[in-house]
């Protein structure tokens, strides 16, 4: 059976004439330390742009802070589910701390841009004294996920926005659904719209544990943003989060 490939990343963009790259000093402590990995052995490297690299350590002294990878071949991956389209989630925040798991689901799943949004119903509110420290460790989450994933897309977590920030940052976008129990149409009822134009930007808006108010509502369909419901009984958010994506970007 062949020896799966540990991932590392590089926090700065590989360029394509690069020969050799540097791990920081944490990944290099995870090689070194964790992994006991040496001098020749193959490896993968990934930037935040989500270009991979098959490598070879070349450097991994133990008197060092930073390892070297002599980069070997850049891999190029064969088309996958999503392929082309690209999704932007804005997530009201949740309580218990459950965004950390949300923001693993959506790098495994491939979304483009996560948005953390703070609606009228939105309990959790960060205090600018702790937001430093919040994003950095969302930060982290990406990376290990990433990682672990093998995913190839380098999704964006953004600073938390308000809703209207929200509406205001996807006006770019071709198409935008926002989660509404009470709407008419079904997400799979309304998926037509993009099915036959895969190539489109597509926002998706999901609410708090008591969902979004009627004015947020009213504001959304003033913006042209399409109510949908999904076909089950009402979803925890963090569930939600997982099914609606999945249903957008697979079905």
């Known amino acids: 059976m062949a020896k799966t490939l540990r991932r590392f990343f590089i ?3 590989i ?9 920081d000093p944490q990944e290099t402590h995870h090689l070194k330390h964790v992994l006991r ?15 991979e690299w098959e490598g070879r350590i070349r450097e991994a002294p133990s008197n060092q802070k930073t390892a070297s990878i002599e980069l070997l071949a850049q891999i190029t991956r064969k088309h996958q589910a999503g ?3 690209k999704l932007t989630v804005a997530q009201a925040i949740p309580q218990r701390g459950k965004i950390d798991a949300i923001i693993e689901k959506a790098v495994e799943l491939g979304v483009d841009r996560l948005i953390p949004m703070v609606s ?4 959790v509110r960060f205090k600018p004294d702790v937001l430093n420290r919040v994003i950095r460790r969302w930060g982290k989450i990406v990376r290990v996920a990433q990682k672990q994933s093998g995913s190839p897309v380098p999704t964006l977590v953004t600073r938390p926005s308000s809703f209207d920030e929200v509406l205001t940052a996807m006006q770019s976008l071709d198409v935008c659904f926002i989660c509404d129990p009470n709407a008419e149409n079904s997400l799979k009822d ?3 719209q993009i099915q036959s134009h895969r190539d489109i930007r597509a926002g ?8 979004f108010s009627a004015k947020e509502l009213t504001k959304a369909k003033k913006q042209n943003m399409v109510p949908v419901k999904l076909d089950s009984h009402v979803l925890r958010t963090d569930t939600a989060f997982v099914a609606v994506v999945s249903v957008i970007l697979f079905s």
């Open 15 to 23: 360029q394509p004439d690069q020969k050799v790259v540097s791990l």
């Open 190 to 192: 309304v998926l037509d």
């Open 37 to 51: 990995l040496k001098s020749g052995e193959a490896c993968l490297v990934f930037d935040p742009a989500g270009n």
């Open 120 to 123: 009228e119903r939105t309990v």
């Open 204 to 211: 998706l808006l999901i609410g708090p544990e008591g969902g």
């Open 11 to 13: 926090p700065a963009v």
């Open 83 to 85: 392929d082309g389209l």
